[in-house]
């Protein structure tokens, strides 16, 4: 059994920063891509970014410039540097990762998410 657990959140004014982690646990052999999704209130879930084992990014585009994904391989943790974070930004934040298991099985699984709130 595998498992994400982020952590992180909170409330911060707007132009302030934030840097969220993300930690797999469990019967880990690898993690493939992992990344950061967001979903607002009566919004859907979207892409923030997203990092490859070789530690290729992909982001969405409003979030270039302000937000960077990076990760630790020897420590399995994905993490989200947030900075000059605008009250648009508020959302739960969701990590996801690609993991295969002792067993080679492949496995796609969320965190439980962590709430990030600016205020104006």
């Known amino acids: 059994q595998v498992q994400l657990v982020e952590s992180g959140g909170g409330l911060v004014q707007a132009g302030g920063s934030l840097r969220l982690s993300c930690a797999a646990s469990?019967?880990?052999?690898?993690?493939?891509?992992m990344g950061w999704y967001r979903q607002a209130p009566g919004k859907q879930r979207e892409l923030v970014a997203a990092?490859?084992?070789?530690?290729?990014?992909n982001y969405a585009d409003s979030r270039k410039g302000r937000f960077t994904i990076s990760r630790d391989n020897a420590k399995n943790t994905v993490y989200l540097q947030m900075n000059n974070l605008k009250p648009e930004d508020t959302a739960v934040y969701y990590c996801?990762?690609?993991?295969?298991?002792?067993?080679?099985?492949?496995?796609?699984?969320w965190g439980q998410g962590t709430q990030v709130t600016v205020s104006s």
């Open positions: 996801n990762a690609d993991i295969i298991t002792t067993a080679r099985a492949i496995v796609h699984i």
């Open positions: 469990g019967s880990i052999f690898s993690i493939n891509d």
């Open positions: 990092i490859t084992s070789s530690a290729s990014t």
